[in-house]
């Protein structure tokens, strides 16, 4: 069966990279054809569709329900390739000198198809220790699909002993990543011919405003801020990243969009940082534009939020994660993830490890190398091991 187990997974990663699952669009198609395929192996999943009836994540046991697992978590959503020149169709495998390319095979249907190509192989063995498959929709626009999943994880009896979540980290194992909290400031000015311009009041100079400040706090952070070598980033971060305004030249703008984000080493630090500027606008820039014009003002809109992960060094989720990985080092990222959901909604101890590098994710002409999903179905092999003592 291990001698099988590279075809299962070309295959199978093939058949996922084929579904067209960004962001905007239904992945029920696949999850239809992961319960085929696990159908056919007598396995069956727990379906969390959300409030439209389009998405659905699924959550799997393979082993004794009545007692705590592990959890392997991937996601099934990818990134658009709108406007990336590609050299082959993105949505269709293909392998060339060792490495798998197309959309998502590094972030993250690699992972998912090992996975599910490992799943003979738990079948086959004695487990003592269910291994539960975790499988998201919506992850890319802000971990959105996997919370209704947690919720229903949080309200069960018996508790998972701790998630392994295979995001690209070239099996490496990851303890701690930066949470991020991004926020959407629509000012609503008042438009007057540009010849009267002080009539009106300028919705892009008071976001200019704004701007300067965030600008001004990210560099406080950069400089005096609480550090972690582990990042490669060794602080938070906080920067502008859109920003749209104005109808004419000859037109003070009444609205302008500033959409803007922190990434914080803390747990709670990025929405803490984003909080206090929003107070800050709301004294300092609010006043002034309702003086001139008592309907003008800022609307404040959430993006995305989740918290930093942080897992101790000597926990026991992630000395396990090296025995399986056969790995002893570890290391920080500044990417998120849905690892600290698991721990903040869920109460379950989390580290990432997944084959590829994140350099790859995103990119045009998206691959990973075939060696990346082999170590990883080592690593799922090390762990049927383990769950069948």
Known sequence: MQNQRPDRIRKLLADLVAFDTVSDRSN????????????????????????????????????????????????????????????????????RNGRLYGRGTTDMKGF?????????EMLAADLKTPINLAISYDEEIGCVGVRPML????????????????????????????????????????????????????????????????????????ADAER??????????????????????????????????????????SREVTDAIIAWAKAEIEPAMRKRHPECGIDFEEILDYPALDTAADAPIVTLAKQLAGRNDHAKVAFGTEASLFVSMADVPSVVVGPGAIAQAHTPDEF???????????FVARLIAHCAK
Not at 112 to 120: K, N, R, S, T
Not at 207 to 213: G, N, P
């Open 28 to 95: 029920l198609p696949l999850i239809d054809y992961i319960e085929r395929y696990l159908g056919s192996l007598g396995v069956s999943g727990q379906r969390i569709v959300d409030e439209t009836g389009q998405k659905s994540s699924l959550w799997v046991t393979v082993g004794p329900e009545d007692k705590p697992g592990l959890v392997l978590s991937g996601h099934t959503d990818v990134v658009p390739v709108a406007g990336q020149d590609w050299s082959r169709n993105p949505f269709e495998l293909v392998e």
């Open 228 to 269: 972690d070598s582990l990042y490669d980033v060794p602080h938070s971060t906080l920067l502008t990243s859109i920003v749209h305004g104005g109808a004419a030249l000859n037109i003070v703008p009444d609205s302008c969009v500033v959409e803007f984000e922190c990434r914080g080493i803390g747990i709670a630090e």
């Open 151 to 222: 919720r229903e994880i949080a309200r069960k009896l018996i508790k998972p002993l701790g998630c392994f979540v295979g995001e690209p980290t070239q099996m490496q194992v990851i303890i701690g990543h930066k949470g991020k909290h991004g926020v959407r400031a629509t000012f609503r000015g008042l438009a007057r011919h540009s010849s009267i311009a002080p009539d009106g009041v300028n919705a892009i100079e008071h976001a200019a405003d704004l701007i300067t400040e965030i600008r001004r706090r990210a560099a406080l952070l950069a």
């Open 368 to 378: 990973v190398e075939m060696s990346q999903l082999e170590a990883c179905g080592d």
């Open 112 to 120: 998912v198809a090992v996975c599910l190509a490992m799943v003979p």
